[in-house]
């Protein structure tokens, strides 16, 4: 085999389908448009702390340890996984907190001393979790859903399962404490949905914690990136940096090759992108090749939220502060109601606050810490972000200072952020959505967007946006199903792996 493969987008789905396109046997090209591996999972470094751009959560690294035993290389050789404990520190807004992870009988406990009343509730709750789980990421994940008829082949089983339900009525059958109804219905904003209007197929991912852990890479996210561009590199893949892909080019149909932002162009049998596909559709296909993506039809999906990441250092250590901790504001429901209606915020918002140094301190320098927050905001698609940027930032800021960080402002000693707009400009993703379409029932498996583009021929989808979904083992997982369709498009391909 000799077919050139281009790759557009170096985020984990781009990685891995490069990976899994070159041990099929392909030549493959990666094109990254900024100026290191990773895409969201990029990293920052200032002033001695390391930061990771986004996903800080690893909960499946069976599936990267994959991707190096596709060459005979095992992963701890090039990065090594730390467990964390707890997994999440739950902040309530009346002073109670909920520290969760480790083993069923450590939660168990934690249950009890919140509400004893839910300790059964639970149980039932992680079993029911589990058997979507053996269903919804087991048997269906990893494999095509770019046939109506098999999508309705599942429908039986999911019923079943009361897939019909929302994961906020999934979480309130088996919890009577609002407490912990909040904090075992956020599994949907992990991948950019809302728990109220989210299937609670999305409640598998609680078993999936379960199931192998929380894991934190030693050195940070970027770390694994690292490892994974370097694996690039020894089996040959060609990666370049700081190369923006204008147009995807086409005859009759079929894919050519790319078009760079500088005018040259790059042949190509096959493409795979990594980049938003709504936006891609929009900007980088030509109308008159999309009877099924129109402008119109894009413009009419449902995208995930916003988000406003704080990223900042500490001259001192914060010790009690956990990895991964979630302070939840009063409201819940309204505040997500607001921010997926496109209205603003407000000032009661609920964080997810990133301590990496709480696992690994050599993230940040000796004596000091290092920290990302993230808040959930409106996209931009019906909100000014602008207008109120200054007043979320000063907000996050008082928030942290009053229930978990202290004189958080006399201690920084570094602080810069990232906000829809620039998740717009630096990663293409259409309204600065930090997921892509919002994962809803009407834009979940065969409603999504497809691995394998129905419109442009030998163009493959990875990524956030497409099958099965957002988050690091979704990601990595739409990867496997290129795969699987490449072997079906190109039954050579059988011959050539033998």
Known sequence: MATHVVVVGSGFGGIASALRARKLGFEVTLIERLDQLGGRARTFERDGHRFDA???????????EELFELFDRQLPEYAEMLPVSPWYRYEFNDGSRLDYGGSVEDTLKEIERLS???????????????????????????VPFNRLWFMI??????????????????TKRYLKDDRLRRAFSIQPLLVGGNPFNTTSIYSLIHYLERRWGVHFPRGGTGALVAAMGRLMDEVGIKVMLNQDVRRICTEHGRVTGVELASGDKMAAELVICNGDPAQMYRSLVPQAERKRWTDRRIDALKYSMGLYVMYFGTRCKYDDVEHHTIVFGEQYQE?????FAGEPAGDDLSLYLHRPTATDPTLAPSGKDTFYVLAPVPNLQRHDWLAVRDQVRERVIDILEQRVLPNLRQHMDVCFDLDPTQFDADYASR????????PIFTQSAYFRFHNRSEDVKNLYLVGAGTHPGAGVPGVLSSAKVVEQLLMEDFPELQEAIA
Do not use: M, N
């Open 54 to 64: 986004g996903p800080t959560v690893i909960t499946a690294p069976f599936l990267f």
């Open 116 to 142: 004893p009343d839910d300790v059964d509730g639970y149980r039932k709750l992680l079993s029911h979790s589990k058997k979507i789980f053996d269903v919804g990421f087991s048997e269906l994940a990893h």
């Open 153 to 170: 082949k599942q429908v039986p089983a999911l019923i079943r399962l009361g897939c019909y339900r929302t994961v906020w009525q999934f």
């Open 335 to 339: 505040l997500l109601q607001r921010i």
């Open 431 to 438: 309204w600065g959505a930090g997921f892509s379409i919002a």
